[in-house]
Antibody
Framework: EVQLVESGGGLIQPGRSLRLSCTAS????????VSWVRQAPGKGLEWVGF??????????EYAASVRGRFTISRDDSKSIAYLQMNSLKTEDTAVYYC???????????WGQGTMVTVS | DIQLTQSPSFLSASVGDRVTITCRAS??????LAWYQQKPGKAPKLLIY???TLQSGVPSRFSGSGSGTEFTLTISSLQPEDFATYYC?????????FGQGTKVEIK
């Protein structure tokens, strides 16, 4: 079964750091880009950033709201993507989803999400 | 940044109704638009990509159309399991952006 599973969420104080993991299974993880999307309680979806596959340089893009504080990386040998979140703010409180990013097409696979509460 | 505006934001409909949701982009995005369905407490699910291509496994009562700046998602005959929130997303440029969502509730 093709799936993504996030982990690492929890309650964290403002200004602290947290790292989320996204573990893939059922497909060749290294062939795909990964995007992170978040959803604040009762709100809509917000794209956080993404990492290209190694074939396209493994480079990253970020939303302005997190640029300079969040870093996305990947370990294709373990089929894991990471979201390192530094200098957390209360407004970063959200469910964080990792997704399989098909570039111009869509985000076709979503994890179940992990909740991050900054308080 | 490209802004996406969905209308309506809220829709009350009955089982069997034909439902149309519109998504307007602040600038042209070719056909790089996707639609997602989200139910409470669940992750979004891809319904439509490249504006009109039905994702595998999605019922044929869902359809999408449009290009440039105006797009629509249509549900031809609303079923009980379709009551959810729907989001459009542009994949033309970064940052990727989503519409604000359309909540479809039971009349």
């Amino acid at each position: 079964e093709v799936q993504l599973v996030e982990s690492g969420g929890g309650l964290i104080q403002p200004g602290r750091s947290l790292r989320l993991s996204c573990t893939a299974s059922g497909f060749t993880f290294g062939d795909y880009a990964v995007s992170w999307v978040r959803q604040a309680p009762g709100k809509g979806l917000e794209w956080v950033g993404f990492i290209r596959s190694k074939a396209y340089g493994g480079t990253t893009e970020y939303a302005a709201s997190v640029r300079g504080r969040f870093t996305i990386s990947r370990d294709d040998s373990k089929s894991i993507a990471y979201l390192q979140m530094n200098s957390l703010k209360t407004e970063d409180t959200a469910v964080y989803y990792c997704t399989r990013d098909l570039h111009h097409d869509a985000f076709d696979i979503w994890g179940q999400g992990t909740m991050v509460t900054v308080s | 940044d490209i802004q996406l505006t969905q209308s309506p934001s809220f829709l009350s409909a009955s089982v069997g109704d034909r439902v149309t949701i519109t998504c307007r982009a602040s600038q042209g995005i070719s056909s790089y638009l996707a639609w997602y369905q989200q139910k409470p407490g669940k992750a979004p699910k891809l319904l439509i990509y490249t504006a009109s291509t039905l994702q595998s496994g999605v019922p044929s009562r869902f359809s999408g159309s449009g290009s440039g700046t105006e797009f629509t998602l249509t549900i031809s005959s609303l079923q009980p399991e379709d009551f959810a929130t729907y989001y459009c997303q542009q994949l033309n440029s970064y940052p990727r952006t989503f519409g604000q969502g359309t909540k479809v509730e039971i009349k």
